[in-house]
């Protein structure tokens, strides 16, 4: 398989974790969005939206994290991301798309060029803004940690679950953006967790050959 992806994209950070997890092997293509290569005609043709990250499977290519990391899922479904329980997977669903649906869209890179060039956004207005969506979600999402009585070490039992997947990419954009993240100590345990495992390290940021 190959990868398209960038090493500080939440969502290709996401995916990444993803297939550690799953201990799949894959081919690094890196796209580098502060140099617009994902505008380029060569990305371009491989995935029309312009937007990591993209999964060439061999036998077609997949956009959208969300569809590439369910397609693991039921691809390789050992280890499983989700629970068995139909009732506890919508619930660790939940916490992913908090995440994936409320934070992330309103503060990914093609939303915050847009408020720089359109509105005149400074670094301290960027930050204010990102702080304000990411807080909202981090509060709903411990408030859940907190509801959970058998939540165990992560966001949902004793292993990483697609929720974790989607929440550890999040903490380090965070990080990126000045959040003061005393505020979610349930949140800081689960990142803790995951952190200690290989796949989370593996596939952080930092670790990437494309990393700056």
């Given at each position: 398989m190959k990868l398209y992806n960038y090493w500080r994209s939440g969502t290709s950070h996401r995916t990444r974790i993803?297939?550690?997890?799953?201990?799949?092997?894959?081919e690094y293509l890196p796209v580098h969005l502060v140099k617009d290569e994902h505008?380029?005609?060569?990305?371009?043709?491989?995935?029309?939206?312009q937007?990591?990250?993209?999964?060439?499977?061999?036998?077609?290519?997949?956009?959208?994290?969300?569809?590439?990391?369910?397609?693991?899922?039921?691809?390789?479904?050992?280890?499983?991301?989700?629970p068995r329980d139909p009732l506890q997977r919508a619930q660790v669903r939940a916490l992913a798309a908090i995440v994936g649906c409320d934070i992330h869209p309103v503060n990914n890179?093609?939303?915050?060029?847009?408020?720089?060039?359109?509105?005149?956004?400074n670094t301290d207005?960027?930050?204010?803004?990102?702080g304000t969506w990411i807080g909202a979600g981090f509060d709903a999402?411990?408030?859940?940690?907190?509801?959970?009585?058998?939540?165990?070490?992560?966001?949902?039992?004793?292993?990483?679950?697609?929720?974790?997947?989607?929440?550890?990419?999040?903490?380090?954009?965070?990080r990126r953006f000045k959040v003061d993240l005393?505020?979610?100590?349930l949140i800081a345990e689960v990142e803790k967790a995951c952190?200690?495992?290989?796949?989370?390290q593996k596939a952080a940021p930092r670790q990437q050959p494309d990393a700056e």
């Open positions: 993803a297939l550690q997890l799953k201990g799949l092997s894959y505008h380029g005609d060569t990305f371009k043709a491989v995935n029309p939206q937007l990591v990250p993209a999964l060439d499977t061999g036998h077609g290519v997949l956009i959208q994290s969300p569809a590439i990391i369910e397609w693991l899922e039921e691809q390789y479904p050992e280890p499983p991301l989700l890179k093609r939303i915050l060029d847009y408020l720089r060039q359109t509105f005149g956004a207005a960027i930050n204010a803004w990102c999402y411990e408030a859940l940690l907190a509801a959970d009585t058998r939540r165990g070490r992560f966001s949902h039992g004793d292993a990483p679950t697609i929720a974790d997947v989607f929440l550890i990419p999040q903490i380090e954009s965070a005393t505020r979610w100590p952190m200690e495992l290989d796949a989370f």
